[in-house]
């Protein structure tokens, strides 16, 4: 085991960070959230943040916002990755996601920042359907998408934090790049069909273009850059590419993934998809 003295974990209170604050914590292990509500406050678009963030932290993970897709990502990586080790970072473990060319360049930089490195290439979140813009359509049992019938293997954002806190903490996962995918192959359409199992619910699943989800996330004040980054994330990055299971969770931790049914289940209960409308 290394020597863990203090880790930063970017996106601290995002839907893997958060995860992975607990698990240090719960370890007993020093660990400094890093976001922009954090102490002190970490913003990648304000790189005179990162000194204070970095300071006195021999480990970080890197969770980038908001997408390796977005231009200057890989500037950003190459710069925070830089002033890391400069500032005395020993090991660096990076979330980055399967299929995206623009994230494995950000994994390039990583793996020659002349450090410890740990790559953690994720498949699609199954938290998306409730810690992020899924929610509210599944709240409302209408869920319009820009996808027919790609297959996604859907990945537990626990699964993903225990990978992460074995790489921040364990030395014989430096060097690996860990693929990491649930257990089944699954549609849009059979992932909340799931949901609707789970919690006894009426979801309608409707299969819309491109240009009809552009315009409905007009209507709802969606920003245009973020317009822009869904738009990217579901006509290039789910299109087929990623519909292979990958073995990165077994490989890492000597166990099988968690499957988008039981999920759904340990979600459902928690009844968040039943709530009125939160202000995400
Ligand atoms: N979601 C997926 O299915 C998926 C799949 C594969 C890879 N990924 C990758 O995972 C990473 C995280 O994505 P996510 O969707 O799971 O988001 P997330 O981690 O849930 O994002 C929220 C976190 O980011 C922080 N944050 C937001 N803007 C920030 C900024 N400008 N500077 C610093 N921190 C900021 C938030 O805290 P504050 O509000 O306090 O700043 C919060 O801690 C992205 O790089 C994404 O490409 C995601």
Sequence with gaps: MQQVNRVLVTGGTGKTGRRVVQRLHDAHLPVRAGSRSGTPPFNWQERATW???????????????????????????HAFSTQAVAAGVRRLVLLSGRGEDEAQRCEQIIQQAGVEWVIVRASW????????????????????????????????????ADVVTAALIEDRHVGEVYELSGPRLLTFPEAV???????????????????????????GGVPE??????NYLFTTVL????????????????????????????TAARGVWHNSLPRL
């Design 51 to 77: 000194a204070a963030a970095l300071q006195d932290i021999d480990t970080v993970y890197i969770t980038y916002q908001p997408d390796f897709a977005v231009p200057g990502a890989a500037d950003d990586m």
């Design 125 to 160: 979140f199954n938290q998306n359907f409730d810690e992020s813009f899924l929610l509210e359509p599944i709240i409302a049992g209408q869920i319009a998408l820009p996808v027919t019938d790609v297959k996604e293997p859907f990945v537990d954002a626990d699964d993903i």
């Design 193 to 219: 069909a799931e949901i609707a199992g789970a919690t006894g619910r009426d979801l309608q699943f409707m299969s819309i273009t491109p240009e009809q989800y552009t315009g409905f996330m007009r209507a």
């Design 225 to 230: 850059e973020s317009i822009w980054l869904v």
């Design 239 to 266: 299109d087929g590419r990623n519909a292979t299971l990958t073995d990165g969770v077994p490989r890492s931790l000597g166990r099988a993934p968690r499957d988008f049914r039981e999920y759904a289940r340990l």
